[in-house]
């Protein structure tokens, strides 16, 4: 049996038994885990407070061989969200990124990028809740990025040549970008503006592109949202299970 020690962020849990959890999280050092957490559901509890969902936590947890599901340990809080809880809208939001991440991770597998851009997007909405659209959009790109689903940004992916912004560039059936001249302005259009917000969140982080994003046009915004929505789709093959409000 070996022991891991790892800040992770809480994703989900499952009630077991009659007072234990099955807790499934983002660890930085091991990527998905899921895990035991045994008698967390018992009064008045330190550790099953740490284990609410969202919470950033200093996790100490055993693996066993062959193992699917890891022993949780011991905890330690580093950030709770506990002011959240009553933000419906906020806990949607939570919930929909807790669920990509879930479905795009693979399991043990460590990914510092990924984990730290989630992170940063947590904490962006924490620090301003009113900022949750815009960080959503941040963190569909990114993820789908880091995964290898999002098409190249920069250039077309027929003829090679950079996309110079002055022209809305088309999407393929195959989530490709192209230009205008290899796709005589067939399929679906990506608007420049669009095209611009999305090279923005290759530039800055969640909380700045937020910011930044106040100014952008509600047409705009939508636009990203019914792409990346699409793209996502395509991806799960299906839709994902918590879909806030757009
Ligand atoms: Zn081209």
Redesign the pocket.
């Known amino acids: 049996m070996a022991v891991f020690e790892t800040e992770a962020l809480v994703l989900r849990t499952y009630n077991l038994a009659e007072a234990d959890k099955i807790v499934v999280c983002l660890s930085r050092s091991a990527g998905l885990i899921r895990g035991v957490a045994k008698g967390c559901r018992k009064l008045k509890n330190r550790f099953g407070a740490s284990l609410e969902p969202f919470t950033l936590i200093n996790l100490t947890y055993y693996e066993k061989e062959n193992q699917e599901l890891v022993s949780f340990r011991q905890t330690e809080i580093l950030r709770s969200r506990f002011n959240l809880s009553g933000n419906a809208s906020i806990l949607t939001g939570f919930s929909y990124m807790g669920d990509l991440l879930i479905d795009f991770s693979p399991p043990h597998q460590a990914n510092d990028n990924l984990y730290r851009m989630a992170l940063a997007c947590f904490e962006a909405v924490s620090e301003n809740p009113e900022d949750l659209d815009s960080v959503l959009r941040y963190f569909e790109v990114w993820l789908l990025k880091l995964e290898g689903f999002m098409p190249d940004l920069r250039t077309?992916a027929?003829?090679h040549?950079a996309f110079n912004g002055e022209a809305a560039v088309y999407l393929g059936t195959d989530l490709s970008l192209?230009?205008v001249?290899?796709t005589s302005g067939k399929g679906g259009a990506v608007s420049k503006k669009l095209h611009a917000q999305l090279r923005t969140t290759e530039k800055l982080s969640p909380a700045k592109f937020a910011e930044e994003a106040r100014e952008v046009p509600k047409r705009t915004k939508q636009e990203m949202a019914e792409l990346t929505f699409q793209l996502i789709g395509r991806v799960l093959e299906r839709m994902p299970r918590v879909r806030p409000a757009r």
């Open positions: 077309c027929n003829c040549e192209r230009c001249r290899c």
